[in-house]
C-alpha cells in the first residue's frame, strides 16, 4: 500500500471526522459522541493496512467470508462489526467474530443468534425499515417490538444496544432527514418501555451521502464507505 494512498486516506477521514463533530456540535452533543465505522466491504484482504495505517479502528463488514478472510491477518487491528445481511446459517461463523451485528432483522434471527451465543451476549442492533420504501431487508416499526420480545426472551444471550437503518438513496440529503428523526423518535419511545431490559442507546444511521444530517439527527454510528475511496469525494468538495 503506498504513502499516496494512506495519506489520501487520512484526508479523507479528516474531513469526515470534522463534519461529524461539526454536526455533534449542532444537536448538543460531542464528536467523541459519535462513532466513525467504514464500511470495509471496499477493501480487500490485501487493502485493509492502509485503513489501519490511516488510524481507522473501527470496520463493518457485509459477508461472512470477508469477514473470515480479512481476518486471518488483521482480527487485532481492527474492532470488526457485522452490518449486512446475516444468513441464519452463517450464525454461528459470524457471531464469535464481531463485537456487534447491526443488521438484525428477524425474530428468526434472534433465535438463532442466542443458540449461538458464547460466554458473553451477542450486542445487536434491529434494523428498521423506516421509509416503509420496497426492501429486501430491515422490518417495519410495527413489528420492532415482536424482536426486542425474542431477545428478551432469550435469558440474556441477545443484547439490544439500539437501532439501524438504511436511507432511501436521495438527491439531497435533507430529503431523508425525517428517517433519522423517526429512528430516534422510534429509540427514545421504546427506550422509555424497556429500560430494565435493554439500554436502547445506539443509532446507526448515515452513510458517505447523509451522514451529517444523521448526526445532526442523534446517529451514534455513521458507516462510511464510498467517500473514502471516490475522487470527487469531501477532499475535493469542500463545503
Ligand atoms: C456499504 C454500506 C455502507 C456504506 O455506504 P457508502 O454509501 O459507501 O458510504 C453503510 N452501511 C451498509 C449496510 C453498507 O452495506
Redesign the pocket.
Known sequence: MSEATVSRLRERLDVVRERISAAARKSGREAEDVRLLV?S??YDASQMEALREAGVRLV?E?RAEDLISKQEEFAESFEWHF??HVQRRKARLVVPRVEMI??VDSVRLVEELAKRAGERPVEVLLQVNVSGEESKYGVPESEVEALLEAAAGSGGKVDVRGFMT?APLVERPEDVRYVFARLREVRDRLRASWRGDFDLQELSMG???DYAVAVEEGSTIV?????LIEEGGPVRRQE
Do not use: E, P, Q, T
Not at 458507516?223 to 467517500?227: E, K, N
Open positions: 464500511a466491504k471496499y463493518g457485509n452490518i449486512g447491526h443488521s438504511l452513510m458517505s451521502d458507516r462510511i464507505g464510498r467517500v
